[in-house]
């Protein structure tokens, strides 16, 4: 079975500092990996995806994230938070043999304070 | 844009009362997913559809919660009765088949609350 585990549960930034969130996953088979975006009062919005190729992929809103085989990892990061950077931040995996169901992790709740 | 469409926005019900949730998905997407997610953690498949028929619905608690999706369209998941822990934000997403099956589209969500 997939799981998917986020390492930082709160964090706060100030304005125009980088952020870097941990995402590792377990799973023996090829993967789709996402990052979902929840800012306050709003729906699920996708940040970016990696389904294959390079494993630096950029998003909406400056975001990025690098995928890196071997260490199971999918880490998000931007050089330089803004206050509506503010939201909740989900990792999530899918996969072919299981109907591409998303896995999400328990989610990472960013603060930038101005 | 086309966007997933769910109804109501905002559930509050007495506990052993019946609840139903209404999702439209994106046109022509044939996979539907309903996903529950308890504040503060992430959303968690409940039950998937292929067009009408249920692909995996081994987390939905099968005793009190039914979705149905008669016509590969819309779709329609219940509680009865409900009760106190199934208070939460209850999702619905959809894909469309082929390369970028992988992709999901989210609803705003149906917040429920049980009292």
């Known amino acids: 079975a997939q799981s998917v585990s986020q390492h930082n549960h709160h964090v706060i930034l100030s304005e125009a500092a980088s952020l870097e969130l941990g995402c590792n996953y377990s799973?023996?088979?090829?993967?789709?990996l996402f990052w979902y975006v929840q800012y306050p009062g709003q729906h699920l919005q996708l940040l970016l995806k990696y389904f294959s190729g390079d494993p630096l992929v950029k998003g909406i809103k400056g975001f990025e994230a690098e995928f890196i085989k071997s260490k199971f990892s999918f880490n998000l990061r931007k050089p330089s938070v803004q206050w509506s950077d503010t939201a909740e931040y989900f990792c999530?995996?899918?996969?072919?043999?299981?109907?591409?169901?998303?896995?999400f992790g328990k989610g990472t709740s960013l603060l930038v304070t101005p | 844009e086309a966007e997933v469409a769910q109804s109501p926005r905002y559930k509050i019900t007495e506990k052993s009362q019946a609840v139903a949730f209404w999702c439209d998905p994106i046109s022509g997407h044939a996979t539907l997913y309903w996903y529950r997610q308890i504040l503060g953690q992430g959303p968690e498949l409940l039950v998937q559809?292929?067009?009408?028929?249920?692909?995996?619905d081994s987390q939905l608690p099968k005793d009190r919660f039914s979705a149905e999706r008669l016509k590969g369209v819309d779709s329609t998941l219940k509680i009865q009765p409900a009760e106190l822990g199934d208070s939460a934000m209850y999702l619905c997403?959809?894909?469309?088949?082929?390369?970028?099956?992988?992709?999901?589209?989210f609803g705003p969500g149906t917040r429920l609350t049980v009292l």
């Open positions: 999530a995996v899918n996969a072919r043999d299981s109907g591409y169901a998303l896995n």
């Open positions: 799973y023996g088979g090829t993967v789709n």
């Open positions: 559809f292929q067009d009408e028929s249920v692909v995996d």
């Open positions: 997403a959809s894909s469309s088949a082929g390369a970028s099956s992988g992709q999901q589209f």
